[in-house]
C-alpha cells in the first residue's frame, strides 16, 4: 500500500540554522500538510499547499517557516532560523483531492533544536 | 471557532475489558469526524471516520464510533481491548470550514492496558 514517507526521522540542530524536512507524498495525491506535535501536546495544523501554493495555514506558520514542491515527488518544509521552541515531531500528510478523502500522515520527523 | 475536546487525558483498563474514548467538538457546519492512534515513537495511523449516513461506524482493529449530532460527540468504543491497543489516541474534526479540510486534533486520551 502506498505510504508517505519522511527524512530524516531525527534531526538535530543549534538554534538559528535552517532545516529542510523532507516528505514525499503519495503519488497522485493532490493537497498536502505539515503539522507538528510538541512533546506531550497536540498535534497542531501549520500549512496546506495545493496547486503549487499555499491553501491555508495557521499563525504558527510565520515568515521563519516557507513550504516548496520543488519537483513532482518532493515536498518540503523550511525553518529559516530554528529556535528552541520549534523542537517537536514534525508529520507531513496528503490526500487525494475531495475534501472526505482520507488525510495519510506520514511517520514524522523528530526535530531538537539545541 | 472549531476545537476538539478529549476530557480525559489518562485511562487505563483490563486487559479484555470494554473501552470507551469520549470526544466532543465544536464546529458551525457539518462536520467530519475522525480517530487517530499513535503508538510511542510511530506516526498517525486512521482508525475510522465519519463524513454522512449512519452514525455508527466501524474501523479498523475491532473499534467503532458513533456520531450523535445532539450531543456533539463522537465516542470511540471497543468491545474487548488487547494489550496491543495501549496507545495515544486523537479524536479529530475537519470539513467544510476549510478550504483545505485541515484536521484539528484533539489533546488525545493515553491508554494504559493492564495486565
Known amino acids: 500500500e502506498p505510504e508517505v514517507t519522511q527524512t530524516p526521522s531525527h534531526q538535530v540542530t543549534q538554534m538559528g540554522q535552517e532545516v529542510i524536512l523532507r516528505c514525499v507524498p503519495i503519488?497522485?495525491?493532490?493537497?498536502f500538510y505539515w503539522y507538528r506535535q510538541i512533546l506531550g501536546q497536540k498535534v497542531e495544523f501549520l500549512v496546506s499547499f495545493y496547486n503549487n501554493e499555499i491553501s491555508e495555514k495557521s499563525e504558527i506558520f510565520d515568515d521563519q517557516f516557507s513550504v516548496e514542491r520543488p519537483d513532482g515527488s518532493n515536498f518540503t518544509l523550511k525553518i529559516r532560523s530554528t529556535k528552541l521552541e520549534d523542537s517537536a515531531m514534525y508529520f507531513c500528510a496528503s490526500r487525494p483531492g475531495q475534501a472526505k478523502d482520507t488525510q495519510y500522515f506520514g511517520p514524522g520527523t523528530r526535530l531538537t533544536v539545541l | 471557532a472549531q476545537s476538539v475536546t478529549q476530557p480525559d487525558i489518562h485511562i487505563t483498563v483490563s486487559e479484555g475489558a470494554s473501552l470507551e474514548l469520549r470526544c466532543n467538538y465544536s464546529?458551525?457546519?457539518?462536520?467530519?469526524l475522525f480517530w487517530y492512534v499513535q503508538s510511542p515513537g510511530q506516526g498517525l495511523q486512521l482508525l475510522l471516520k465519519?463524513?454522512?449516513?449512519?452514525?455508527l461506524v466501524q474501523g479498523i482493529k475491532g473499534f467503532e464510533a458513533e456520531f450523535k449530532r445532539s450531543q456533539s460527540s463522537f465516542n470511540l468504543r471497543k468491545p474487548s481491548v488487547h494489550w496491543s491497543d495501549a496507545a495515544e489516541y486523537f479524536c479529530a474534526v475537519g470539513g467544510s470550514y476549510s478550504s483545505a479540510s485541515k484536521i484539528i486534533f484533539g489533546s488525545g486520551t493515553r491508554l494504559s492496558i493492564r495486565p
Open positions: 503519488s497522485n495525491h493532490l493537497y
Open positions: 464546529y458551525g457546519a457539518t462536520p467530519y
Open positions: 465519519y463524513f454522512s449516513g449512519d452514525t
